[in-house]
T-cell receptor
Framework: DAKTTQPPSMDCAEGRAANLPCNHS???????VYWYRQIHSQGPQYIIH???NNETNEMASLIITEDRKSSTLILPHATLRDTAVYYC??????????????FGKGTMLLVSP | NAGVTQTPKFQVLKTGQSMTLQCAQD?????MSWYRQDPGMGLRLIHY???????DQGEVPNGYNVSRSTTEDFPLRLLSAAPSQTSVYFC?????????????FGPGTRLTVT
């Protein structure tokens, strides 16, 4: 699976949008981009995934560049409860054979009042 | 649905003892995995299963055994506990959605080996 690069930490004011970048310049055509987060002491939580198109769900939006070499996770109105480590992960599609998630160190997002 | 459940939540073992961490899911997911997380680190894969009766090793399998006799359960066995196995252990299950996977994690088991 392709490697990802994320900033180690970011700050965001409560109520503002949090934009978390991820670089995955070696991504292959059959690899999806996933985002998970881990709130302190809890299990990781799935947020969103995408292949080529931008995606939105009730938690966040995922913007993938046209060349697919980078992506941005957007939390539109960050709250204090969004303080967590955010992981960007690239993983092959299931029809390429099962592959497991490889977690890096992620981005520590601190949302402040 | 309870999702992914893990027991116990906390455990203290002495060096050399054995124990089994339990993991169960009620979502009928094919795939299950065990990870460990050490302080300040990301998660590392121990073992995984792609279906009942099928398991494989992950990144850090030494000292651990798994089996998958049913779709629902995926226990992790520590054969002879060592202080290096002090960690937080997460179980996860996943299923396919389109070409992708959605993976769900349990709340974790915090293990201390003295």
């Amino acid at each position: 699976d392709a490697k990802t690069t994320q900033p180690p930490s970011m700050d965001c004011a409560e109520g503002r949008a949090a934009n978390l970048p991820c670089n995955h310049s070696t991504i292959s055509g059959n690899e999806y981009v996933y985002w998970y987060r881990q709130i302190h002491s809890q299990g990781p939580q799935y947020i969103i995934h995408g292949l080529k198109n931008n995606e939105t769900n009730e938690m966040a939006s995922l913007i993938i560049t046209e060349d697919r070499k980078s992506s941005t996770l957007i939390l539109p109105h960050a709250t204090l409860r969004d303080t967590a480590v955010y992981y960007c992960i690239v993983r092959v599609a299931w029809d390429s054979g099962y592959s497991t998630l490889t977690f890096g160190k992620g981005t520590m997002l601190l949302v402040s009042p | 649905n309870a999702g992914v459940t893990q027991t116990p939540k906390f455990q203290v073992l002495k060096t050399g003892q054995s124990m089994t961490l339990q993991c169960a899911q009620d979502m009928n997911h094919e795939y299950m995995s065990w990870y460990r997380q050490d302080p300040g680190m990301g998660l590392r894969l121990i073992h995984y299963s792609v279906g009942a009766g099928i398991t494989d090793q992950g990144e850090v399998p030494n000292g651990y055994n798994v089996s998958r006799s049913t779709t629902e359960d995926f226990p992790l066995r520590l054969l002879s506990a060592a202080p290096s196995q002090t960690s937080v252990y997460f179980c996860a299950s996943s299923h396919r959605q389109g070409g992708a996977y959605e993976q769900y994690f349990g709340p974790g088991t915090r293990l201390t080996v003295t």
